[in-house]
C-alpha cells in the first residue's frame, strides 16, 4: 500500500551536442522517456524533467563550479498530458511512459572534470501520484540519468577552420638543426590514433640525436587549478618515444605507442670509445613518425574548453633530445596547438578524418604565415609554460650537463 513505484528517466542520447561557441550557439534539444511502473494502476498528477548542475558528492573532494540556470518541462500538470510530451502504451500492465522534449541554452558550460573542480550535469524526472498518505514523500518518486554537455564547432565557423587545417609547422634551434612538426589536422577525436610525424633537418655538422618522440599535454586552469604562481596545471596524456641506437634504423610497421625512423641514407656508426658520443649523426633529413593513441573522456583526458569556469587546451610537442660537437645534451621541444573534440566533430565534412599517408614527409616550410626564422631556448624546462593561440608555435630547449668527448 505504501510502494511508490518505480520510475526511470532514459535519455534518447547520454550527450547534447552544442554548435558553436557559446557566443553563438544555438538551443541543442534533448529528448526521452519517464518510465513509471507500478503494482497497481496509480493516478499520476504531475511529471516534471528537469535539467540541473550535478550535485557535489561527498567522497569526491572536488567542487561543482557549474552555475547553469535549472531548465525545466512541465510533461504532466494536473493530469493532463502538456504540449511538448505525449505519453505512450506501457510495454507491461501498470506501466505508464511519457516522452518529453526540452531546450538547452547554448551558452551551457561544457562538461568537464578535474581533480579541483568539475561541471557535470543530470536530467531529473519527478513523478507525483494521489497516495493515500498525504505526506508528500509517499506520492512522490524522483529519478535521475547523467548527460554530458559537448561543444563543437560550427559550420563555417573560424573555430571549424583552425580545426580543420593541416598542422606543420618547423622552427631552427641554434642554427644547427630545423625542427618540423607534422599532421594531418589539428583537430584528435577521443579514444583513436592519430599518425603525427617529425623532420630533423641539419644545418650544421657536429649534432648527434640521441632520443626523439611525441606527446600530446593538456592544460587545465580553473577557479583551483591555476591559483598557483606556475600557472595551468600541466599533464602528459599520451606519450611514444624511442632511444635512437648505433646501428641503421629499422622500418618496421607502426603500431601504437611504437616510433620509426626513417632516413634516406643509412645512419653512420659513431666510434664506441665514448658514450658522449652515442646516438645517430644527424647529417641528412630524419624522419620521425608515430602513432599516437588518445585516450577516452573524461577519465584520462578532457575536451577542449576555451571558455568557462574550468578551461582546458592541448598541445602536441615534438621532442628531441641532441649533443653538441662538445658533448653537451640539449633537450629540444616543438610545440603547437591541437584541439581535442567529440566524435560528433568528425562525422563534420569540414573536419578531416586522419589518415596514414606516406606522401607528406616534409612540406614546404616557407608556407607558414609570418613565421620567425628563429626560436629562443627557455632553460630549464617548458613543463610550466602557457599555451598559446593558434598558428603560434614556439620552440625551447633544456640544457643538461654531460660528460665531454674525448679528443683523443
Not at 57 to 77: G, H, I, K, W, Y
Not at 259 to 281: C, N, Y
Amino acid at each position: 500500500m505504501l510502494s511508490k513505484g518505480r520510475l526511470q528517466i532514459i535519455p534518447d542520447s547520454p550527450d547534447i551536442i552544442l554548435h558553436g561557441t557559446p557566443r553563438d550557439a544555438r538551443c541543442a534539444v534533448v529528448s526521452g522517456r519517464v518510465v513509471f511502473s507500478g503494482k497497481a494502476a496509480r493516478t499520476v498528477s504531475s511529471v516534471v524533467v528537469r535539467f540541473r548542475a550535478k550535485e557535489e558528492d561527498m567522497l569526491n573532494p572536488a567542487m561543482s563550479v557549474a552555475f547553469q540556470p535549472e531548465v525545466t518541462c512541465a510533461v504532466v500538470r494536473d493530469g493532463q498530458v502538456g504540449e511538448a510530451a505525449s505519453e505512450e502504451t506501457g510495454a507491461t500492465p501498470g506501466q505508464r511512459v511519457w516522452r518529453f522534449r526540452m531546450g538547452v541554452p547554448g551558452n551551457t558550460s561544457e562538461t568537464v572534470y578535474s581533480p579541483a573542480a568539475f561541471v557535470a550535469y543530470e536530467l531529473v524526472a519527478e513523478v507525483r501520484t494521489a497516495a493515500l498518505v498525504t505526506w508528500a514523500p509517499f506520492g512522490k518518486t524522483v529519478a535521475s540519468a547523467p548527460v554530458a554537455v559537448k561543444r563543437v564547432p560550427a559550420a563555417d565557423s573560424m573555430w571549424a577552420t583552425m580545426s580543420s587545417e593541416p598542422m606543420n609547422v618547423s622552427a631552427v634551434w641554434r642554427d644547427r638543426i630545423e625542427l618540423t612538426s607534422i599532421a594531418a589536422s589539428r583537430a584528435i577525436c577521443e579514444a583513436q590514433a592519430i599518425h603525427v610525424r617529425g623532420v630533423l633537418r641539419p644545418l650544421a655538422k657536429g649534432v648527434r640525436l640521441l632520443r626523439a618522440g611525441f606527446e600530446l599535454r593538456e592544460l587545465v586552469s580553473g577557479p583551483f587549478d591555476g591559483a598557483n604562481a606556475n600557472g595551468p596545471r600541466i599533464h602528459t596524456v599520451a606519450r611514444c618515444a624511442r632511444d635512437m641506437t648505433a646501428v641503421e634504423p629499422d622500418s618496421a610497421a607502426e603500431s601504437d605507442g611504437t616510433v620509426r625512423i626513417r632516413m634516406q641514407f643509412p645512419a653512420k656508426t659513431p666510434p664506441q670509445r665514448s658514450t658522449a658520443v652515442a646516438g645517430i649523426v644527424v647529417d641528412q633529413d630524419i624522419q620521425v613518425s608515430a602513432r599516437l593513441r588518445v585516450p577516452a573522456a573524461y577519465d584520462a583526458i578532457q575536451f577542449d574548453v576555451p571558455i568557462g569556469p574550468v578551461r582546458v587546451s592541448h598541445e602536441l610537442a615534438f621532442a628531441a633530445s641532441v649533443v653538441d660537437e662538445c658533448g653537451q645534451i640539449h633537450n629540444v621541444r616543438l610545440s603547437s596547438a591541437v584541439y581535442v573534440l567529440p566524435h560528433a566533430a568528425a562525422a563534420s565534412p569540414d573536419l578531416p578524418r586522419y589518415e596514414h599517408s606516406d606522401s607528406d614527409i616534409l612540406l614546404a616550410a616557407a608556407n607558414l604565415p609570418a613565421a620567425p626564422a628563429y626560436a629562443w631556448c627557455v632553460p630549464p624546462s617548458p613543463l610550466d609554460s602557457v599555451l598559446p593561440s593558434p598558428p603560434e608555435y614556439r620552440l625551447h630547449s633544456a640544457t643538461a650537463a654531460a660528460t665531454p668527448a674525448s679528443s683523443s
